[in-house]
């Protein structure tokens, strides 16, 4: 029993011993308290991180492999901590080491679980994904982090951010570039950080060493409709451009010719059979009186009949599917539609090509080569000296019309041996016009009248894409909900619309509407809201810190006029409101004309953002809307 006791107490003892070993010490918990006191919004801060780059040569493949390794020191700064770490591989790459440790850099024994990647944006991938959820049981409580992962090949390790979804108080990225190895470094979005870069040639090891040593990086923002990553955060390119073997220069992604290259080596592989297609074409074509109608009836089929599901693996995630297995599946990622797309117009005797592109969301052009540039394919038809843009993954958009996520942006197209480099038109906010009417007179305390909406371009788009992805015996009800606002105190009859299926022209939308608790009568004066839309109100930017980025650039126009009611007269209407910058114009105005009260309002984002220096304008601005929007007309009786 003597034995046991003195057993089970210096078990006791040992375990307590281990555990004060873990627990923070007072310089821990006062680190916590003053690096929390400036990034109050987070619960993890990385004390200091290492990247390690370095290269190797797969002779036999003619490969360059990248190895990259981080060693990290996470500390928890809040009262306590649970997070999810996580890193991702494919078939092109290999984790070779995940391990998280306490801070005496004894194993944890945290669960880590290894499986495919799923997403809804994704029906397949080779993506895998390693994680495990951390628990952090104290404020300054610490682990040690150390990962190892393998490129196989040096073209699918592109870029390196600084920054991380928790604040980073200390990094270092040291890339080791050896002399046979051709590199170019690009750096994007420095400004306004402590980054310094020191670079150190070793004629023994025969490399040159790139240390990046960066200080107080906040943590990466979370906030909805910001512009790419690649437009915010400081971080670099990694361009592989030569590597020489045996005193032979072996060329990699020297120039965008190079890029071009090997997306058309991948094309060249295809093994394509348009006959499979040709009977679809020629019903489509038919009775197709010009050429313009036929390529319509061709995109268009495309857009409703091939369902759009991201597919990547491996080489497959750039590679494009061959027509006949899409049109075949009814199902494909943007370059198996692009690809049906040109072969189905090339059946027809048109000139069409695949085109590579980078979205808005990309910082990049081609002027670098590197697959970081686009992550998207479209096709591209000449016709009668022209170029047009068609995306098959755009659900709505009609002929000659582009989503805002490609205008401006620079497209790759294919020319045989040789390429085209040129850019998708920019349409200006008037393209996406959207607008509202509606002509009122009061009926016993309410407002009743007739209303019109009409859409074009992008905002005609987006409708149609809510409105038709509805189930068919829900879409009257979905409708109603959407032209009241979802507001019980607003009555919509009497709905009539212009065909919700063109994607060509505009929108319209006609429906009788009433309104209660939008008026009331005291004594001799009536008091009227008139505005019962208040559009943009919520849109308050306080304590934001990216630019917002609107789905599209907007052009929204409202008019509302209400019959005075015999035998009053108006003494009192909101005062005009009017501001333009160089992103945004608004402008609101209430007046009487003869008898009515004519209401209008414009909303014209003409560039699609406000930047984060207008955002304190905008607020200001947004104050004075909701005052108007707030304000009750007045009607005396004469």
């Known amino acids: 029993m003597r034995i046991k006791l003195l057993i089970t107490s210096l078990l006791i003892s040992t375990i307590g011993s281990a555990q004060k070993n873990l627990d923070p010490t007072p310089e821990d918990i006062s680190l916590a308290k003053?690096?929390?006191?400036?990034?109050?919004?987070?619960?993890?801060?990385?004390?200091?991180?290492?990247?390690?780059?370095?290269?190797?040569?797969?002779?036999?493949?003619?490969?360059?492999?990248?190895?990259?390794?981080?060693?990290?020191?996470?500390?928890?700064?809040?009262?306590?901590?649970?997070?999810?770490?996580?890193?991702?591989?494919?078939?092109?790459?290999?984790?070779?080491?995940?391990?998280?440790?306490?801070?005496?850099?004894?194993?944890?024994?945290?669960?880590?679980?290894?499986?495919?990647?799923?997403?809804?944006?994704?029906?397949?991938?080779?993506?895998?994904?390693?994680?495990?959820?951390?628990?952090?049981?104290?404020?300054?409580?610490?682990?040690?982090?150390?990962?190892?992962?393998?490129?196989?090949?040096?073209?699918?390790?592109?870029?390196?951010?600084?920054?991380?979804?928790?604040?980073?108080?200390?990094?270092?990225?040291?890339?080791?570039?050896?002399?046979?190895?051709?590199?170019?470094?690009?750096?994007?979005?420095?400004?306004?950080?402590?980054?310094?870069?020191?670079?150190?040639?070793?004629?023994?090891?025969?490399?040159?060493?790139?240390?990046?040593?960066?200080?107080?990086?906040?943590?990466?923002?979370?906030?909805?409709?910001?512009p790419g990553p690649s437009y915010l955060y400081p971080h670099i390119l990694i361009i592989a451009k030569s590597y020489t073997k045996d005193g032979k220069k072996n060329t990699l992604f020297n120039s965008t010719a190079d890029l071009y290259k090997w997306y058309k080596s991948l094309v060249d592989t295809m093994k394509e059979t348009p006959d499979a297609l040709k009977e679809k074409v020629e019903a489509l074509t038919k009775n197709a009186k010009t050429d313009e109608e036929k390529i319509k009836k061709i995109y268009y089929w495309v857009q409703d009949n091939i369902r759009y599901i991201a597919f990547e693996d491996g080489i497959a995630g750039f590679k494009p599917d061959e027509s006949q297995n899409v049109f075949q599946k009814r199902y494909g990622d943007c370059k198996g539609m692009a690809n049906l797309t040109k072969q189905m117009l090339k059946l027809a005797g048109f000139d069409a090509r695949l085109t590579w592109i980078g979205t808005k969301r990309i910082a990049y052009d081609y002027s670098t080569p590197s697959l970081s540039v686009d992550n998207h394919m479209i096709c591209t038809l000449f016709h009668n000296n022209k170029k047009y843009f068609l995306d098959g993954t755009e659900k709505f958009n009609s002929f000659g019309e582009y989503a805002e996520r490609i205008q401006g942006k620079e497209v790759l197209i294919e020319n045989g041996d040789n390429f085209y480099v040129e850019k998708v038109p920019v349409a200006n906010s008037l393209s996406n016009s959207e607008t509202f009417t509606s002509i009122l007179k009061i009926e016993n305390e309410m407002l009743v009248g007739k209303t019109n909406t009409t859409y074009a371009g992008e905002s005609k788009a987006s409708f149609l894409h809510s409105f038709n992805n509805i189930r068919s015996n829900n879409k009257e009800t979905a409708l109603m909900d959407y032209l009241s606002d979802s507001d019980k105190n607003n009555t919509i009859s009497n709905i009539k619309t212009s065909d919700l299926t063109n994607r060509d022209g505009k929108i319209s939308i006609d429906y009788d509407i009433k309104l209660n608790n939008k008026v009331s009568a005291f004594d001799n004066e009536i008091y009227v809201d008139l505005d019962f839309k208040k559009e943009f109100s919520k849109l308050s930017l306080k304590d934001r810190k990216c630019d917002f980025e609107f789905p599209y650039k907007e052009n929204y126009s409202a008019s509302i006029k209400l019959e005075i009611p015999a035998g009053y007269k108006v003494t009192k209407l909101p005062e005009p409101l009017s501001i333009s910058t160089e992103n945004y114009k608004v402008s609101i105005t209430c007046q009487q004309v003869g008898n009515e009260i004519v209401y209008s309002k414009l909303f014209d984002f003409k560039n699609g953002t406000i930047k984060v220096d207008e955002f304190s304008q905008w607020n200001t601005l947004l104050d004075k809307i909701n005052k108007i929007y707030n304000e009750q007309i007045t009607l005396t009786k004469s």
């Not at 998280?100 to 194993?107: H, P, V």
């Not at 951010?161 to 750096?187: A, C, G, M, R, S």
Request: hydrophobic share 30%; glycine share 2%.
């Open 34 to 226: 003053s690096i929390r006191e400036k990034n109050n919004k987070a619960d993890v801060a990385i004390l200091n991180s290492n990247e390690l780059v370095t290269f190797d040569l797969n002779s036999k493949e003619g490969k360059v492999i990248v190895n990259h390794s981080i060693k990290e020191k996470w500390m928890n700064i809040n009262h306590r901590a649970d997070i999810r770490k996580y890193e991702f591989y494919d078939s092109q790459s290999e984790i070779e080491s995940f391990d998280i440790k306490f801070r005496n850099d004894k194993k944890t024994n945290f669960y880590v679980t290894d499986e495919f990647y799923k997403s809804e944006d994704l029906f397949y991938n080779d993506a895998r994904i390693k994680y495990t959820t951390i628990d952090f049981p104290v404020q300054g409580y610490t682990y040690n982090y150390n990962f190892e992962k393998k490129y196989k090949d040096v073209k699918y390790f592109t870029s390196i951010f600084f920054n991380d979804e928790y604040p980073v108080i200390k990094k270092q990225v040291t890339i080791e570039v050896p002399k046979w190895l051709e590199l170019e470094i690009k750096e994007f979005n420095f400004k306004g950080y402590k980054i310094n870069l020191n670079k150190a040639p070793n004629d023994k090891s025969e490399t040159t060493t790139y240390t990046y040593t960066i200080e107080e990086l906040p943590a990466s923002s979370n906030e909805s409709n910001t």
